[in-house]
Nanobody, 124 residues
Framework: QLQLVESGGGLVRPGGSLRLSCAASRFPLNNYAVGWFRQAPGKEREGVSCVTSSGGFSHYADSVKGRFTVSRDSAKSTVYLQMISLKPEDTAVYYC?????????????????WGQGTQVTVSS
């Protein structure tokens, strides 16, 4: 079974940057589309981004377009979420998840494998 581990979260000031990583164990991540999701306290889970298995296409929530960039390194079987111009409203636990495709990605319902999450806190 594919296992995913997120890393790279932390505390950052507004306007700052972070890069999250999603690494796979047991099986390569290269055959999967990978989505990033987040959930803030008291709020529903939100789809942030999805990148296809080839890395050729990526999707973003309107709330992060122009600030977040998803990429993947096939050699390292790792997917990254580069986040810049962070805002307090970006504070949440961020999860990566794997699916066959990015179809209907934002709901997260098509993603079979999930990581444990990494906390991102944006605060002065």
């Amino acid at each position: 079974q594919l296992q995913l581990v997120e890393s790279g979260g932390g505390l950052v000031r507004p306007g700052g940057s972070l890069r999250l990583s999603c690494a796979a164990s047991r099986f390569p991540l290269n055959n999967y589309a990978v989505g990033w999701f987040r959930q803030a306290p008291g709020k529903e889970r939100e789809g942030v981004s999805c990148v296809t298995s080839s890395g050729g296409f990526s999707h973003y929530a309107d709330s992060v377009k122009g600030r977040f960039t998803v990429s993947r390194d096939s050699a390292k079987s790792t997917v990254y979420l580069q986040m810049i111009s962070l805002k307090p409203e970006d504070t949440a636990v961020y999860y990566c998840a794997a699916a066959v495709y990015c179809n209907a990605w934002a709901s997260g319902n098509n993603f079979e494998y999930w990581g444990q999450g990494t906390q991102v806190t944006v605060s002065s």
